[in-house]
């Protein structure tokens, strides 16, 4: 499998070449064009209780297998949202990713979902999902990604968290004192300790859904 | 102190380097990411702040009330971002003019800019646009963030721009708000308003319109009560 | 005239210096900035009916706004609404281009459009595939949501509804379902069009649907 990431960052898109029997795992929505030899099989990933958990987590309840048939095939995919993607190749190894950051994935990787234990995570409406396995993960942002070797510690704003690797532990608080915390605007942060590679959006989207909100056409009562 | 911008146009991120005891001055919620030796202290406009009422409009509005000061207990960084998808640029002011900047368009700045909100002036502007505009005078690093690219236009003579696409302008020009072309133009054009610029001085715009993206995103959203 | 598209790919603007007399005809609500110069004339164009037509299939606006540079040369600054890029097309007579309703930008007084039907399964698609023909001569700019990639087709091709921009007259394509019926329903690649022939296809990476759908789930309670 080659692929190619196009566009960065602003509209990102992976093509991907697969050989003639390959494989590529999808979130469903994901193609943008393909060869007329792609196959195309829809699946609940992990049976159905599999794709329960992840459409808690907010991930599209089924995924699609698109197989290259007889010959060597390209397809293109693309999150919905606006902003970046990234290839990382797992190799054994695990990486936590925010959930709706999945795009797609090449070989033997298993996805589970985690949801994370501090309640505080949950309110900012960010869920973990665990990827481990040997492969290639396709994962995208909304706005563009950075990523932040850190060595120590750092801080980061709760929703502009993409992915990180396992071998960081982090910690939830209040930012500043008190009055810092609910008047700020700021809200929740995480602090990441230990030595690992951090990737952060530069975009959020909880502060983008209460912009559009106003936008919205008003209910009409029908009383 | 040093600004570095990445991610233009598209999602524009500044990250301001501080060394110890230097401090820099964000609206809420900007901050994305920051080392882990800086101090946040928020206050609320205190310049001519215009009283609870004015500053409870401008939450409804979207637009934060309080504004938040970073200062490093060691040489580390802050990075900020604004809500909407665009760009941020830089804006160096020496103190000679003072900037007229659209209230989302202020992202942060050095603590020695003064913000004034309530200056006189900007009538006839946006009405039905939730919008209302600051004052930046002193001398300081200014980040300004668009819906949009940001590109700046020096005027000598006249220019007209349409309301939705100003980022800021210097006070040395002079602005009218007209209708375009005659009165079936105005209803009919999409145009609207605009603005004609006169005079000597910078204008910065913003190749796209927040408000108009909005309304054509959010009319497909599923609706809300009232 | 000469032009500039600055900005893209993500927030791309078209900048024209018109010589005095030239015109630009450009969809309404997409002047940015412009010289004192210019006189402006609305208009519900190709005739109210007609117009109105393109509004209800297209959701393009059903107005438009031709520009003058009056007594000497002047600029004008176009923008589309959302962010994503132009693309320019030259057109010659006997050329006609298709085009998404919602991609028209700008063009010269002397290119045509006329609303093209996509066909039933297009309608069905509910990414509004409603296209229209753009013929005559000159220049039309075209914009996306997201970026514009330029494919060359020569034989076969398959893109997703919502991702297509415009393609040039030597492609014909069909709306089919993908896959069998679990796929279509559960998917959510829905219907894609199979293009045949050899020309270019442009394609967006973005849909205003998906961005949507990603969305809505993260609107405070109602």
């Given at each position: 499998?080659?692929y190619e990431l196009t566009g960065k960052p602003d509209f990102a898109m992976a093509t991907l ?9 999808a979130?469903?929505g994901a193609m943008v064009a393909m ?39 390209t397809i293109s995919l693309a999150p919905s949202i606006p902003g970046d993607v990234e290839a ?15 795009v797609a ?33 396709f994962f995208c942002s ?82 | ?226 | ?8 790919p993500s ?73 994503g890029s ?58 996306s949501y997201g970026n514009i990639i330029e494919i ?7 893109v997703d509804?919502?991702h ?39 394609i967006q990476s973005r849909t205003?649907?998906s ?12």
């Amino acid at each position: 499998m080659k692929y190619e990431l196009t566009g960065k960052p602003d509209f990102a898109m992976a093509t991907l070449s697969l050989a003639a029997g390959e494989k590529v795992t999808a979130e469903a929505g994901a193609m943008v064009a393909m060869s007329a030899n792609m196959k195309i099989e829809t699946k609940a990933k992990g049976g159905l209780l599999g794709g329960l958990k992840r459409a808690l987590v907010g991930e599209s309840f089924f995924t699609n297998d698109f197989t290259a048939e007889g010959d060597a095939g390209t397809i293109s995919l693309a999150p919905s949202i606006p902003g970046d993607v990234e290839a990382v190749e797992l190799n054994g190894g695990t990486m936590y990713m925010q959930s709706g950051a999945y795009v797609a994935h090449v070989g033997n990787i298993n996805i589970d979902t985690k949801l994370n234990l501090q309640s505080f995570f949950a309110g900012e409406g960010l869920f973990l999902i665990k990827l481990t396995g040997t492969g290639t993960v396709f994962f995208c942002s909304y706005g563009g990604l950075k990523k932040i070797p850190v060595a120590g510690s750092y801080i980061v704003d709760t929703t502009h968290i993409v992915a990180f690797q396992d071998s960081l532990t982090f910690n939830v608080q209040a930012v500043g004192g008190l009055k810092a915390t609910f008047l700020s605007g700021e809200g929740l942060v995480c602090r990441f300790s230990g030595q690992g590679d951090l990737w952060i959006q530069t975009r959020s989207a909880p502060p983008f859904a209460f912009w559009l909100n106003p936008f919205r056409p008003v209910e009409k009562s029908n009383n | 102190m040093k600004i570095e911008i990445i991610h233009r146009p598209s999602f524009a991120m500044a990250q301001v380097d501080l060394a110890e005891g230097e401090s820099f001055v964000s609206e809420g919620g900007a901050m994305v990411t920051m080392t882990d030796n800086i101090n946040i202290e928020t206050s609320t406009f205190s310049r001519g702040g215009g009283g609870l009422l004015k500053g409870l409009k401008r939450l409804l509005t979207g637009e934060s009330f309080f504004l938040n000061k970073f200062t490093a207990r060691g040489a580390g960084h802050v990075a900020f971002a604004p809500t909407l998808v665009g760009d941020i640029e830089q804006i160096t002011l020496d103190g000679s003019k003072n900037l007229i900047v659209q209230s989302t368009s202020y992202l942060a700045g050095s603590p020695t800019l003064e913000l004034d909100t309530q200056f006189g002036g900007m009538k006839g502007f946006f009405s039905g646009e939730s919008v209302f505009w600051i004052k930046i005078s002193g001398a300081g690093e200014l980040l300004v963030n668009s819906f949009g690219g940001i590109f700046a236009k020096d005027i000598d003579g006249k220019f007209i721009c349409d309301t939705g696409h100003i980022v800021a302008f210097e006070d040395t020009i002079s602005y009218k708000v007209k209708k375009v072309g005659g009165w079936k133009a105005t209803i009919l054009s999409g145009e609207g308003l605009v603005c004609e610029f006169e005079g000597k001085g910078r204008l910065y715009m913003q190749t796209h319109n927040a408000p108009e993206f909005g309304k054509l995103i959010g009319g497909k959203l599923p609706p809300r009560k009232q | 005239m000469n032009y500039e598209i600055k900005h893209g790919p993500s927030f791309a603007s078209l900048f024209l210096n018109l010589d005095t007399g030239e015109q630009v005809r450009t969809e309404a609500g997409a002047m940015v900035g412009m010289s004192t110069n210019l006189s402006i004339k609305t208009k519900a164009y190709g005739g109210f009916l007609k117009a109105l037509i393109r509004k209800l299939v297209g959701g393009e606006s059903i107005f438009q706004n031709t520009y003058t540079a009056e007594g000497g040369a002047g600029e004008i600054i176009v923008s589309p609404t959302l962010p994503g890029s132009i693309k320019a097309k030259t057109l010659a007579k006997g050329q006609t281009f298709i085009l998404q309703a919602s991609a028209f930008l700008a063009c010269t007084p002397d290119v045509t459009l006329k609303t093209k039907y996509g066909g039933l399964k297009a309608l069905m698609s509910g990414e509004g595939l409603f296209l229209l023909q753009a013929g005559g001569e000159g220049e039309l700019w075209f914009n996306s949501y997201g970026n514009i990639i330029e494919i060359d087709v020569d034989s076969e091709y398959i893109v997703d509804t919502g991702h297509i921009v415009a393609f040039e007259d030597g492609l014909s394509f069909k709306v089919k379902k993908i896959g069998g019926l679990k796929s279509l329903v559960f998917s959510g690649e829905g219907f894609v069009a199979n293009f045949k022939g050899k020309g270019k296809l442009y394609i967006q990476s973005r849909t205003v649907s998906s961005l949507v759908g990603w969305i809505t789930p993260m609107l405070p309670a109602r």
